[in-house]
T-cell receptor, first 115, second 114 residues
Framework: EPEVTQTPSHQVTQMGQEVILRCVPI?????FYWYRQILGQKVEFLVS????????KSEIFDDQFSVERPDGSNFTLKIRSTKLEDSAMYFC?????????????FGEGSRLTVL | SQQGEEDPQALSIQEGENATMNCSYKTSINNLQWYRQNSGRGLVHLILIRSNEREKHSGRLRVTLDTSKKSSSLLITASRAADTASYFCATPTGENSGYSTLTFGKGTMLLVSP
């Protein structure tokens, strides 16, 4: 069964370092998303991406964050200069239909620990 | 303000019992979705109910939607230990993009004891 895959599963980094989280969405999906979940808290929307551009972004998704679809398969989230409060589980998701009309398929997440 | 708020925050039951979780939301929606998350794992879609539907079933799951009260409920019948997980409702948001994204509530943590 097709699935969304994310790498790395866990990354530890020093504050101020750049981090890139990678995702391979399901191949025929058109819409891509990043969410994050701080330990024990709710799943928070970061950004949605369609047709090679950002559709929507939240207040969390500031200038330190960027997304890219460098080729036909990967979807990346870059954090330019990590802060302690960026420590969280980051989930990539994809959907065939626009998120509000169809289900999202989530990856297993990338746990980011900023020291 | 929260778009989707589940209650209770935590629910502990015995195997075989039914579990009911509720979700309230604030804005008009065209659908509402429920997801499940096992500890430390990704979210898995359970069911989507459209605004013109009042009730929907999928296996042991029953979802209701009351748009006049802006609320939904998820019922898991004959629960099993494997149902232990967090359950989230999700509603469309993103006014600037035509409500293209889903916003999740805080979730209900369900513990089913053998």
């Amino acid at each position: 069964e097709p699935e969304v895959t994310q790498t790395p599963s866990h990354q530890v980094t020093q504050m101020g370092q750049e981090v890139i989280l990678r995702c391979v969405p399901i191949s025929n999906h058109l819409y891509f998303y990043w969410y994050r979940q701080i330990l024990g808290q709710k799943v928070e929307f970061l950004v949605s991406f369609y047709n090679n551009e950002i559709s929507e972004k939240s207040e969390i998704f500031d200038d330190q964050f960027s997304v890219e679809r460098p080729d036909g398969s990967n979807f990346t989230l870059k954090i330019r200069s990590t802060k302690l409060e960026d420590s969280a589980m980051y989930f990539c998701a994809s959907s065939f239909l626009q998120g509000a009309t169809g289900e999202l398929f989530f990856g297993e997440g990338s746990r980011l620990t900023v020291l | 303000s929260q778009q989707g708020e589940e209650d209770p925050q935590a629910l502990s039951i015995q195997e075989g019992e039914n579990a009911t979780m509720n979700c309230s939301y604030k804005t008009s929606i065209n659908n509402l979705q429920w997801y499940r998350q096992n500890s430390g794992r990704g979210l898995v879609h359970l069911i989507l109910i459209r605004s013109n539907e009042r009730e929907k079933h999928s296996g042991r799951l029953r979802v209701t939607l009351d748009t006049s009260k802006k609320s939904s409920s998820l019922l898991i019948t004959a629960s099993r230990a494997a149902d232990t997980a967090s359950y989230f409702c999700a509603t469309p948001t993103g006014e600037n993009s035509g409500y293209s994204t889903l916003t999740f509530g805080k979730g209900t943590m369900l513990l089913v004891s053998p």
